[in-house]
């Protein structure tokens, strides 16, 4: 079975950096494009960041650029989200996605989701 873990969330202070790991199983990491998405209570979830299987492309939601960087490591099949300067709005649940066909900024784009990890910025 294919398995994507999220980890590194928690309850932080506005302008603290935070990194989210994704920990993928049961596929090969190294041929699928990666994202990550966010929602917050009320919300539906939205477009954070993405990149491709080969590193060359990425993309940003608006709200994150400047702020967060999303990376991989291929040899250790995980996946990186670093939040710097976070912000209240930034209060969500994070998760990380796989897709198989290209780096997409949509969930409808994904094949395989990991069950999120939790990220509150007080002010």
């Known amino acids: 079975q294919e398995h994507l873990i999220e980890s590194g969330g928690g309850l932080v202070q506005a302008g603290d950096s935070v990194r989210l790991s994704c920990v993928v199983s049961?596929?090969?990491?190294?041929?699928?494009?990666m994202g990550w998405f966010r929602q917050a209570p009320g919300k539906e979830r939205e477009f954070v960041a993405a990149?491709?299987?080969?590193?060359?492309?990425?993309y940003y939601a608006d709200s994150v650029k400047g702020r967060f960087t999303i990376s991989r490591d291929n040899s250790k099949n995980t996946l990186y989200l670093q939040m710097n300067s976070v912000e209240p709005e930034d209060t969500a649940v994070y998760y990380c996605g796989a897709s198989l066909l290209g780096t997409g900024t949509t969930q409808r784009q994904y094949n395989y989701w990991g069950q999120g990890t939790q990220v509150t910025v007080s002010s």
């Open positions: 990149q491709s299987r080969s590193e060359d492309t990425t």
């Open positions: 049961g596929l090969t990491f190294s041929l699928y494009h």
